[in-house]
């Protein structure tokens, strides 16, 4: 006999670095482990079971064979720049990180609402997209804006794209693989802005981060870097202390520890 999920009965990612403000309202919330207990869930009432995403991966793979034809996602509602944003995010504990729409991302967008940014005519390269908030909006500031991220974040991208672009513009969207440090070198050197929302979280990834930054930093390069400085193990070091070596790092923005950077190709001709 195959187990039938209950439509009450959800499974989410949480830990500490997630934000547990949205899962307000329900009245008790604990850590799983192993257990699934869904034979006491009464009608009208949802059981959400929670835990760190790799306790949660088994237990999701299992239901994504049963839920095969459901798509599991939230939605999020942002306006900026007279634009209204739809953002999905899947769900699924294989997306992690990548299924939340982070402050740094929506932070990012409000600078450049509040800055009535235009990016018409440029080339523009979006790393770590997640739901891909910033990439489009972008996109419907004028860019022609390629969204990266690792490849099982692609499907989510592409459905917020579709979603939230008009079918005018669409072509000025692109969506692809850019997992750094690898495929950095699959990409052209042209691309005039580079955006990275909430990239700066993991200290695993920062080498690789690195490289890839300066493959695609050149003179003409302007790269935004919105980071949660309290939130994120290592992103003060970062941004302080490592960039600062490498480029020309100017703080442009702060807000509750979320602070953007504009990042330049640090000049080292000697004019004289
Ligand atoms: C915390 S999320 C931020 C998502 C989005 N930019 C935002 O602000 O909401 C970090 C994103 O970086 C991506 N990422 C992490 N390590 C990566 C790597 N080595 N190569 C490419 N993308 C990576 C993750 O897949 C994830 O989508």
Not at 28 to 39: I, V
Not at 70 to 98: C, N, R
Not at 123 to 150: H, N, P, W
Not at 176 to 194: A, C, K
Request: proline share 4%.
């Amino acid at each position: 006999m195959s187990y039938q999920k209950p439509e009450n009965l959800i499974f989410v990612p949480l830990s500490w670095t997630l934000p547990q403000a949205e899962y307000g309202g329900y009245t008790s919330c604990s850590g799983r482990g192993r257990g699934l207990t869904d034979q006491n869930l009464v009608e009208g009432t949802s059981l959400v079971l929670t835990d760190r995403h790799v306790c949660l991966r088994s237990k999701s793979t299992r239901m994504s064979a049963i839920d095969d034809k459901k798509p599991w996602w939230q939605e999020k509602t942002f306006e900026f720049s007279g634009h209204t944003l739809k953002m999905a995010m899947f769900k699924e504990s294989s997306l992690g990180v990548s299924a939340y729409v982070w402050e740094p991302g929506v932070e990012l967008c409000q600078y450049f609402h509040n800055e009535k940014v235009n990016f018409a005519g440029k080339k523009i390269l979006e790393l770590g997209s997640g739901t891909g908030i910033v990439g489009i909006l972008a996109v419907l500031l004028g860019g022609d804006v390629t969204l990266t991220d690792r490849p099982r974040v692609l499907k989510q991208i592409e459905y917020n794209v579709a979603a939230n672009i008009p079918s005018h513009s669409r072509h000025r969207a692109k969506v692809g693989t850019l997992v750094w440090g690898d495929d950095q070198f699959n990409y052209s050197t042209d691309f005039e802005v580079i955006l990275g929302s909430d990239i700066v979280y993991s200290p695993i990834h920062f080498p690789a981060l690195v490289k890839t930054l300066l493959h695609f930093c050149s003179v003409n390069t302007v790269i935004y870097l919105s980071s949660n400085l309290n939130a994120r193990m290592g992103a003060e070091n970062f941004h302080k202390e490592v960039l600062p070596k490498l480029f020309n790092c100017e703080l442009v923005h702060s807000n509750k520890g979320n602070c953007i950077y504009k990042v330049t190709k640090e000049c080292t001709d000697n004019a004289d």
